[in-house]
């Protein structure tokens, strides 16, 4: 089940205390102040990852913190920071403070979407408190002042997915779009020969594009039927889209105008994208079939494109057609 929004709270570290310390020396009652600095809390971070199921983690976690710092030493010593914590997020997240209302995205360029390249200072660690040797003056020679440390910064925030795709592979389910996106892409989709394979979406890199397989939409998808009312957001985000429809069909036309009443009553916006029809799985049918489903898609009045994934040819006018698009 892919995760695409939660809640979960976030807490940095507390700095530690600062020290009341007194330098010891033999036959010394009392010497000076040497209590030293406690160290820094720990920082959150968010870390990009190509994984889209990274937010699967915070379902069942809700809550987060990073270390404290410990406190300062005799000596002057300062005591230890406390380890940042790191969170991953997949590229396309959204994280919002609920609070403050602050937002941040994280959003590399995908085929450099590696972990470590994008990190967002989320919440800073509090600072460590001063020792008593800080407090000393000519007036003041055995200080017992110390600092505490200071809290960490707490957050409430809402993380949405918004997956970040150039071109988006609809239709209905079974219609060949994961073979499609596999045949194109160094992606490795499960496929199979029954509904409903792809139960989430899957990305793959195309020469610079990036390419969404999306789950397949169904009539009454725009209300909640079928899976495709989770993902019908994500299609949102992409530049252009593919239409996807099995040669197989006995009406394809009908096909057509289902999916595109879905999108419409979702999002008119959806309907002014940029698409091209892919008439899928021509080595299963007769040319025959193929010219009479060609007649029919004809009054789209959109590009159309007749594809297998058993033909290299067709493929590779696929593979050139998407990046003009």
Request: proline share 3%.
């Amino acid at each position: 089940m892919l995760v695409d929004e939660v809640e979960i709270q976030v807490q940095a570290g507390k700095g530690g205390n600062g020290k009341v310390n007194f330098h010891r020396e033999k036959y010394v009652q009392k010497g000076g102040p040497d209590g030293g600095d406690g160290g820094n809390g720990g920082d959150i971070y968010f870390e990009a990852v190509e994984n889209i199921g990274a937010l699967g983690r915070f379902r069942h976690q809700k809550g987060f913190k990073a270390e404290d710092g410990q406190p300062g030493g005799k000596n002057r010593k300062t005591g230890a920071s406390g380890k940042d914590l790191v969170l991953l997020a997949p590229v396309g997240t959204v994280i919002k403070d609920i609070g403050s209302g602050e937002m941040w995205e994280i959003r590399p360029a995908f085929a450099k979407a590696t972990a470590g390249e994008e990190k967002i200072l989320i919440a800073k660690g509090g600072k460590g408190g001063r020792g008593n040797w800080h407090f000393k003056s000519a007036t003041h020679q055995t200080p017992m002042e110390f600092e505490e440390g200071a809290p960490g910064k707490e957050r409430s925030l809402f993380l949405e997915l918004r997956l970040i795709a150039d071109i988006a592979f609809i239709g209905y389910p079974s219609v060949g779009k994961s073979s499609l996106l596999n045949e194109l892409t160094a992606a490795l989709v499960k496929t199979a020969a029954y509904h409903f394979t792809t139960l989430e979406p899957n990305l793959g890199a195309m020469d610079g594009l990036i390419l969404a397989d999306l789950p397949g939409l169904i009539e009454g998808a725009s209300t909640g039927k079928g899976l495709g009312i989770k993902f019908l957001k994500h299609i949102k985000r992409t530049k252009a889209l593919v239409h996807v429809i099995s040669a197989e069909s006995d009406n394809p036309f009908y096909d057509y105008e289902v999916i595109r009443k879905e999108l419409g009553e979702y999002d008119q916006e959806l309907l002014e994208k940029p698409e091209i029809i892919v008439v899928n799985k021509s080595d299963m049918v007769t040319r025959e079939k193929i010219e009479e489903i060609l007649k029919q898609l004809k009054k789209t009045k959109r590009e159309i494109l007749v594809t297998s994934i058993h033909d290299w040819e067709s493929i590779q006018k696929l593979k050139k057609r998407l990046k003009g698009l």
